[in-house]
């Protein structure tokens, strides 16, 4: 009997036995089979997210963020105790104790399961577990899943620590909204940093991993309360906070950004415009448009927000002055289902819809509105978050649309979405009657930068950013105009010439393989032998060409090239009065190596580049070719009132005796040429217009000691702007109202004198060398090399060649006649006045 009891019970354990060795075979198997093709779990250690990249200004404010995914990556010895705390309550309480899987939790999970016949399927996945499916796996609910689950976790918990881990979790999982990791969910919900976080607030967050779309703070938000009840319930019973702080906590309102507790963090982001866009297009084409958005760079703009404003508002002033000069009514083009004006819900609901410019801070912020009724002498309108009720009231008078032809209902439908803006009086400030405003038709771009540095402070690129994103500044190729014409005397005051060299201003005819080209000056007037100073100061188009084709294209080509004005100009003549295209970036960072005295200097948007560790990645003064070196910063003998010295390491690209000839001559642009009428700065100024056949575009570019600016007007599909449009007229009072608070700020003085220049007092209508003690408005004291008083091309009248033709008024540049060419009664041809014409004049007495 005792044998067979022995044989009994050894049978079984040898079934048992038999049985759990099966099973271990079996699971065993399964686990090798399933962990055979796993990817590799060792490049976690190094993962980085995608992580949002962000733009400061130079004062160190966000002013714009750029990402695939709203990721701020934040390392786990950053991340406060209560937010792990938090998560670890409600998603995985035994994570620092287990090793990458929870066998009591997949049990559980599996009960529940079969008690429910599949209907109630619980996860069981630990921390580590959710890292392995975000990182590497497939999201899918199968068995094989779960198995690789489990075998990749247990891995991970033997290569990382539970911190790392815990980061990995904290800064991948998605909490609804668009937000990625929980510090970019804390700024989501609350606008706040997660040190900011009470227990409830980090509660809600740790609700959300199970499903967001679930748990929304406004459609669901009961069922997101009791979540957040069970998680903070859950952080008492583990010891992460006490009954006390469980009770206050609990008794908290559910508050987020959604439900209007918290004003959202964009509000305090200004809206993006063309300075943040160009550097996300500049800094995508140098890092990789994946890496910038992913990278969690920190960029430092040299962006001046103060200045950035001034910038857009007196372009935007310019711009909406000429469209309003046209007397044409056009608005936006939008509109809405005039069937939904009786309902205020439904109207504002549609118009919230159009997409229309809402950048806008023109005098006043400017309003989308709708028409809601057409009547007789006003416009009764509803006005994008401005209240029925509001006291200002919703009309537009007739009187404000005298500006346009028409009726009220000639122009206007019940359902146009219009913009209005406030308008108020300028002392006290009180409000007159709303006022109607259109996005100008006009386009134009607008860039300032410092004349050392190479930075950018303000850079504008069209009316408004919303209304068109492409960037006139730096993408627009337009003809330069006359504005190009320095590089034209640049190139020859290098090879010999000098500000009072005689040039002939006279009609030419040139022959080209689509005729005969006869260019002419703007006035139709021509002033004869002249100086080059007075043809840069009334921008003489046949003076240009003539001292082109004596330089040669070639030279003035390869001059445009140096400064970066072209990458390969046309060698024809036409382009020495600037009809090869280019962009405004391009034409004032050449100008900015007139004003700094011929050094080299890259512009840029962007001062500094940092990734997501804080090593710094891209410095722009150490980049090649804009060092500045510092000699004795650090001296502590340095004496007392004097500055540092600053070595330059930037190639010299122009002499600066002929830097500084340039800079005398527009200078007189400023003071009594072209700019005269619209430039008055209070500190030394110069600068150059330009404008285009028929006008199509207008130029004005212009620098002090400090800043260089320039502006350019003209329809995106060029045509006239109308007679009378020019550079000076129309971009002129844009610098003017830039810089006069640009110099309030960064100052401005004399321009540098090279200590090699030879002062020489010159008439400036006919170039005669004068006294030392000669005086009056003719009188300019010009820069002359030591070569050029002894060997330069003096008392020589220079024609490019080209032979005199047509009738002509020989003027003198302050507008006074001098000769007269007319024909007599014989059919012969007789000079009329005080001084011979172009068929007597000799060099003699010209200098």
Known sequence: MTRFIFSFFGGIFAMVTMGVMMIALTIGAVFWMYGRDLPSHEHLAQYTPPTISRIYSREGRVIDEFAQERRLFTPANEIPDLIKNAFISAEDKNFYTHKGYDVRGILAAALQAARSGGGDVRGASTITQQVMKNFLLSGDRKVERKIKEIILASRVEEALSKDKILELYLNEIFLGQNSYGVTAAAQTYFNKTLSELEPHEAAMLASMPKAPSDYHPVRRKERLTQRRDFVLKEMMENGYIDQTTFEHEVAQPLRSVQNEDFAPYADALPPRDYFTDEIRRQLSRDFGEDQFFSGGYVVRATLDPEMQTEAAHALQAALERYDRGLGRWRGTGKSIDPATLSDEGAWRAALADVRVARDIDLESRWYPAVVREVRENALLIGIEDVALDDQRGMEVPRSDTDWFKGSLKDNFEAGEVVHVRAMTEDASGDFIRWTLRQVPQ??????????????????????????????????????????????????????????????????????????????????????????????????????????????????????????????????????????????????????????????????????????????????????????????????????????????????????????????????????????????????????????????????????????????????????????????????????????????????????????????????????????????????????????????????????????????????????????????????????????????????????
């Open 442 to 847: 006009i386009q134009g771009g607008f860039m300032a930068m410092d004349v050392n540095t190479g930075q950018v402070i303000a850079m504008q690129g069209g009316f408004s950013y919303q209304h068109s994103v492409f960037n006139r500044a730096t993408q627009a190729r337009r003809q330069p105009g006359s504005s190009f014409k320095p590089f034209v005397y640049a190139s020859a005051l290098d090879s010999g010439y000098t500000p009072a060299t005689i040039v002939v201003d006279a009609p030419i005819e040139i022959d080209t393989p689509q005729g005969v080209w006869r260019p002419k000056n703007a006035s139709n007037k021509y002033y004869g032998p002249t100086p080059l100073r007075t043809g840069i100061e009334q921008s003489r188009n046949l003076m240009t060409i003539r001292l082109a084709q004596e330089v040669g294209m070639d030279v003035v080509a390869d001059y445009a090239e140096k400064f970066g004005v072209y990458d390969n100009m046309g060698r024809v003549l036409a382009n020495a009065l600037g009809a090869d295209e280019t962009t405004l970036f391009k034409m004032v960072a050449a100008y900015a190596m007139f004003a700094n005295g011929g050094e080299r200097v890259q512009p840029t948007l962007v001062d500094r580049v940092q990734d997501r560790y804080g090593n710094t990645v891209y410095s722009h003064d150490a980049a090649p070719g804009n060092r500045r070196v510092c000699t004795d910063c650090y001296d502590p003998n340095l004496p007392p009132g004097r500055s540092p010295r600053i070595v330059n390491e930037r190639e010299r690209v122009m002499d600066p005796i002929t830097a500084y000839q340039l800079t005398s001559m527009m200078q007189g642009v400023v003071e009594r040429g072209t700019a005269s009428r619209s430039v008055h700065l209070d500190v030394p100024t110069a600068g150059k217009t330009g404008t285009t056949n028929d006008a199509k575009d207008v130029w004005f570019v212009g620098f002090t000691s400090n800043v260089v600016a320039g502006c350019y007007m003209g329809y995106d599909t060029p045509r006239s702007l109308g007679r009378g449009a020019s550079g000076g007229g129309f971009c002129g009072p844009v610098f003017e109202q830039f810089m006069k608070k640009a110099v309030k700020k960064y100052g401005g003085g004399p321009f540098k004198v090279p200590e090699t220049c030879n002062f020489v007092n010159i008439d400036r209508f006919s170039g005669a060398r004068l006294g030392e003690g000669a005086s009056g408005p003719n009188v300019v004291a010009e820069c002359f090399r030591e070569d050029d008083l002894l060997n330069g091309i003096w008392g020589v009248q220079l024609d490019g060649g080209f032979a005199i033709s047509g009738s002509f008024d020989l003027i003198q540049p302050d507008g006074g006649s001098i000769a007269k060419e007319v024909t007599t009664s014989t059919g012969k041809k007789a000079v009329v006045g005080p001084k011979a014409g172009f068929g007597t004049l000799s060099s003699g007495g010209l200098y």
